[in-house]
């Protein structure tokens, strides 16, 4: 197993909902700034959503209002929740652990397929 364990990928229609999960080992999640990003078809790897440090929230403008980023400290695990899907939304979606500050290695998710089609 990853050290970041993704599920909830799927084919959905547009206007669906989909949640996306990110379980990661409590020595991972404790140190690091969670954050989800999406590569699209033919395209370069993009920021959708992420916490800060101080666990505030920043979404990418595309997805305002439509995804949110949360987390559950006790799972040690962080989602994404993705209403009212458009096809532009199609992607592979990557968690990501930020351990630059605390001078640890970043860790990736192994991407997991979002395909919103009719």
């Known amino acids: 197993q990853g050290q970041l364990v993704e599920s909830g990928g799927d084919w959905v229609q547009p206007g669906g909902s989909l949640r996306l999960s990110c379980a990661a080992s409590g020595s991972i999640f404790s140190s690091a700034i969670m954050a989800w990003y999406r590569q699209p078809p033919g395209n370069t790897r993009e920021l959708v959503a992420s916490?800060?440090?101080?666990?505030?929230?920043n979404y990418a403008d595309s997805v305002k209002g439509r995804f949110t980023i949360s987390r559950d400290n006790a799972k040690n695990t962080v989602y994404l929740q993705m209403n009212s899907l458009k096809p532009e939304d199609t992607a592979v979606y990557f968690c990501?652990?930020?351990?630059?500050?605390?001078?640890?290695?970043?860790?990736w998710g192994q991407g997991t397929q979002v395909t919103v089609s009719s």
């Open positions: 916490f800060t440090r101080s666990g505030s929230t």
């Open positions: 990501h652990a930020n351990r630059t500050p605390w001078g640890l290695k970043d860790y």
